[in-house]
T-cell receptor, first 114, second 113 residues
Framework: DSGVTQTPKHLITATGQRVTLRCSPRSGDLSVYWYQQSLDQGLQFLIQYYNGEERAKGNILERFSAQQFPDLHSELNLSSLELGDSALYFC?????????????FGDGTRLSIL | DQQVKQNSPSLSVQEGRISILNCDYTNSMFDYFLWYKKYPAEGPTFLISISSIKDKNEDGRFTVFLNKSAKHLSLHIVPSQPGDSAVYFCAANDGGATNKLIFGTGTLLAVQP
């Protein structure tokens, strides 16, 4: 158990809809990261938050947004969903937002767009 | 452009023997490297890491070697156990002010009893 909690585990919805994925980091971790894993690709970095502030952005679509709340949990919002958004979405956390330290991952949310 | 490459999609090893998983990278600015293990329906689990100022790091049965001139790292598992069967991802941190990781596409290790 990594200590990172993601909900829900599975989400099935239709094209055009909007969903929210939730992540609670490990106790004491201030930084949260979101990654996407599609069928034909490895883990792709989406976005990072540190103590409530956006720290870095990867190839995140404009239809996607995220935030980190004062209690340090984070939400990833995906809107105007398309078939290609079907993927596993992982959240990870680390103690701080920089430097050489490992990230610890949750078990992911599997999003299926019908 | 794949900056972190794992060229072997799969590897099969006998129990008790050594497993060697390889990873190549292209960006010389990468300064921290990690290996993760992933079982189906679970998230990646951190195994071991190495800073670019070192060439070897050991933790129990797991050893990571870094060859900066060749931009190559490898993970050695000795002895291999059936429970080690999983997908192994290599990742690199590009340093700077963030801690974002760039992952390889993974190698599926099967340890045969």
């Amino acid at each position: 158990d990594s200590g990172v909690t993601q909900t829900p585990k599975h989400l099935i919805t239709a094209t055009g809809q909007r969903v929210t994925l939730r992540c609670s980091p490990r106790s004491g971790d201030l930084s949260v990261y979101w990654y996407q894993q599609s069928l034909d690709q490895g883990l792709q970095f989406l976005i990072q938050y540190y103590n409530g502030e956006e720290r870095a952005k990867g190839n995140i679509l404009e239809r996607f947004s995220a935030q980190q709340f004062p209690d340090l949990h984070s939400e990833l919002n995906l809107s105007s969903l398309e078939l290609g958004d079907s993927a596993l979405y992982f959240c990870a956390s680390s103690v701080s937002g920089s430097g050489n330290q490992p990230q610890h991952f949750g078990d992911g949310t599997r999003l299926s767009i019908l | 452009d794949q900056q972190v490459k794992q060229n072997s999609p799969s590897l099969s090893v006998q129990e008790g023997r050594i497993s060697i998983l390889n990873c190549d990278y292209t960006n010389s600015m990468f300064d921290y490297f990690l290996w993760y293990k992933k079982y189906p329906a679970e998230g990646p689990t951190f195994l071991i890491s190495i800073s670019s100022i070192k060439d070897k790091n050991e933790d129990g049965r797991f050893t990571v070697f870094l060859n900066k001139s060749a931009k190559h790292l490898s993970l050695h598992i000795v002895p291999s156990q059936p429970g080690d069967s999983a997908v192994y991802f290599c990742a690199a941190n590009d340093g700077g002010a963030t801690n974002k990781l760039i992952f390889g596409t993974g190698t599926l290790l099967a340890v045969q009893p």
